[in-house]
């Protein structure tokens, strides 16, 4: 069984908390998170709801106001109420606008000698053999040009003409 955390607010804990929850504007999870504290507060000022009434009367999760106690327990009142700052940075983007500008003048291109027109396959070759990056699947090239609702087997790649209102 996972272990229980027992919240014990300081008086200037608790009235930095309810001054807080008072106060008119602050973001909704920042709110119920010190709302969940001062439920849960077990000192000789505190109400010492379970962790079940305070979810309930919050409307989140018992896990949630558990994971709430842990990192106030462990980690201090700012951490209980901040976000958790990520521990993995974000992925770099591998194929960026210049990219794609660049792939989709390939597509728009005559297709190589020995081929009616371009394929996802040929285009993903063809990039890496220009360097436009070290290695490109085929299916990141038929995103590429499906998401810029490009086509390589109509008779004309560029953007369709608008077509007229018919007459009746």
């Not at 200037?12 to 908390?17: C, G, I, M, V």
């Not at 973001?27 to 109400?47: Q, V």
Request: net charge positive.
């Amino acid at each position: 069984m996972s272990p229980r955390y027992r919240v014990m607010l300081t008086e200037q804990e608790r009235n930095a908390l309810e001054t807080f929850t008072r106060r008119g504007k602050t973001h909704a999870r920042r709110f119920i998170h010190a709302r969940a504290l001062l439920l849960c507060d077990a000192g000789s000022h505190g109400p010492a709801w379970t962790v079940a009434d305070v979810a309930e009367a919050l409307g989140v999760t018992n896990r949630t106001i558990e994971h709430l106690k842990k990192r106030f327990v462990e980690d201090g009142l700012e951490a209980a109420l901040e976000r958790k700052p990520r521990e993995k940075p974000p992925r770099e983007v591998i194929f960026g606008g210049a990219f794609e500008a660049r792939l989709i003048a390939l597509a728009c291109s005559d297709a190589p000698e020995g081929y009616l027109r371009w394929t996802v396959r040929l285009l993903a070759d063809k990039a890496v053999e220009l360097n436009l990056a070290p290695s490109v699947s085929h299916m990141t090239v038929q995103r590429v040009l499906k998401k810029t609702n490009l086509s390589l087997t109509s008779a004309s790649t560029g953007k369709s003409r608008r077509k007229g209102a018919q007459r009746l």
